[in-house]
């Protein structure tokens, strides 16, 4: 193997002219650009980890430079990436016409006209201190969010081949035990100064709902590569992480994330049983064991319980008690109602990256300083032109799969549907800059491309 690469190294050093360059270089290698950097970025929550154990007390700075570098890495590597990928494919197979780019590439097409509102939005809106280098806890600037569509999740569609799909996913899935291993041990047993500056059974991030948001995600890998994988220790390996994983989300207490792992899960089903022309048995008793999970905890954890029937009461006041609506999903009615009033005043472009930041957090006594719903939140800080294509863009990643639903790889299948129970959990949460990047990860590995290479 290692003769091997030095052999194609070397034929690629010696290309004569750049195009022989292109033809002696390995569509694997172009590959290899953008895997190394999303790599990193999935592990950075075990990395944290090990940081916070031998240094407990550096927390929230290391774990900014570990996105940071993961972003600097993922949008170097990933553009030259991708350039080397248009360049190759461009001399492999000719010249493409416009009509069958876009028609290869229609995600983002509607990504690119985020990013351009994102351009526009800050231009008008100026560039302040949040969009040049973001909130001081969210670290999410203008680049930040650029970054999600044109470096996450488009390296992300350029891996193709399967073995570097599985490498991506079962690191994000094996790195996740022990930091949940960690975690309910903390929580529920002894005291780990690594996790002293956590908030609540957040493990290494700052606040718990953000660690619910890492948890789904894992939950929903574990069970679709568990049905759907031959080898066993692979099984064994996804049965592990889904168990405990399960475990630890009851014990979190995100109800917007629980809410949205059983009807993510119900929703792998479903297309687990479409790519497989039958009715698989195996996915519906990975629902039962999650429900399982729930009853036996609840034994000692009341969270759940507790909180469908308040979840249900919000339904209620906010149905037939208008004037008591501003408390259900703990005040986020109150944040969602204001928000959409501040779209209707600056509907086409918005507010800019946190421009209602202060007025939020006034006009709703404190409850916070974001919507707490992300497709509010791209409208209002982007306009709705803005929020739209992006509701459009993750769309056609679904429809794709839906076409191309018979060639779909069980990890591209995993990647959709793990994408699925974060955007159903974004309706309760807002972006960060250590989350978000993982739904466009998952995005760009399940988004299923149907060119020939060449």
Not at 410 to 418: G, P, T
């Amino acid at each position: 193997m290692a003769s091997k690469i030095s052999s194609q190294l070397k034929t690629i050093v010696k290309s004569k002219t750049f195009s022989e360059m292109l033809e002696n270089i390995p569509w694997v290698y172009i590959e290899f650009l953008a895997f190394f950097p999303l790599l990193f970025f999935v592990l950075t929550p075990f990395l944290q980890l090990i940081h916070d154990l031998i240094d407990p007390y550096a927390h929230s700075v290391a774990y900014a430079t570990k996105t940071s570098a993961a972003f600097i890495c993922a949008a170097t590597a990933g553009m030259i990436g991708v350039l080397l990928y248009i360049l190759k494919s461009v001399h492999t197979n000719g010249k493409p016409s416009l009509k069958s780019v876009i028609k290869q590439n229609i995600p983002m097409v509607f990504f690119l006209f985020v990013i351009l509102m994102i351009i526009i939005s800050t231009l008008i809106n100026g560039f302040t201190k949040e969009a040049l280098y973001g909130d001081v806890y969210r670290q999410e600037s203008f680049f930040e969010f650029i970054g999600y569509f044109a470096v996450y999740f488009l390296s992300a569609t350029i891996i193709s081949d399967k073995r570097l799909k599985a490498v991506i996913l079962y690191t994000l899935i094996s790195s996740s035990i022990p930091i949940a291993v960690v975690t309910i041990l903390d929580s529920r047993f002894f005291n780990i100064p690594a996790l002293d500056e956590s908030t609540g059974a957040s493990a290494v991030f700052h606040q718990f709902n953000h660690y619910a948001y890492y948890l789904i995600i894992v939950i929903l890998l574990s069970a679709v590569l568990f049905v759907k994988e031959k080898k066993p220790w692979a099984r064994v390996l996804c049965m592990a992480s889904f168990l405990i994983n399960n475990v630890m989300l009851v014990i979190n207490n995100t109800f917007g994330c629980y809410l949205a792992c059983f009807i993510a899960l119900v929703f792998a089903s479903v297309i687990i049983s479409v790519t497989e022309k039958k009715f698989n048995i195996m996915s519906v008793v990975m629902v039962v064991i999650f429900i399982a999970i729930s009853g036996i905890m609840s034994i000692w954890e009341q969270a759940i319980s507790s909180n469908i029937f308040t979840f249900a009461g919000d339904i209620g006041n906010v149905i037939e008690k208008p004037e008591d609506a501003g408390t259900a999903g703990t005040g986020r009615w109150t944040l969602w109602t204001h928000t959409m009033g501040y779209i209707t005043e600056k509907p086409f472009f918005g507010f800019g990256v946190d421009g209602i930041k202060e007025r939020l957090t006034l006009e709703t006594n404190n409850v916070n300083d974001r919507p707490h719903n992300e497709f509010l939140e791209y409208a209002v800080f982007f306009g709705i032109p803005a929020a739209a294509a992006y509701i459009c863009g993750v769309f056609s990643v679904y429809l794709s799969g839906l076409k191309n639903r018979m060639k779909l790889d069980i990890y591209e299948v995993a990647a959709l549907a793990a994408a699925f129970a974060y955007l159903v959990s974004s309706v309760f949460g807002n972006t960060m800059y250590y989350t978000a990047p993982f739904l466009f990860i998952m995005l760009g590995i399940g988004f299923k491309r149907t060119e020939a290479r060449g």
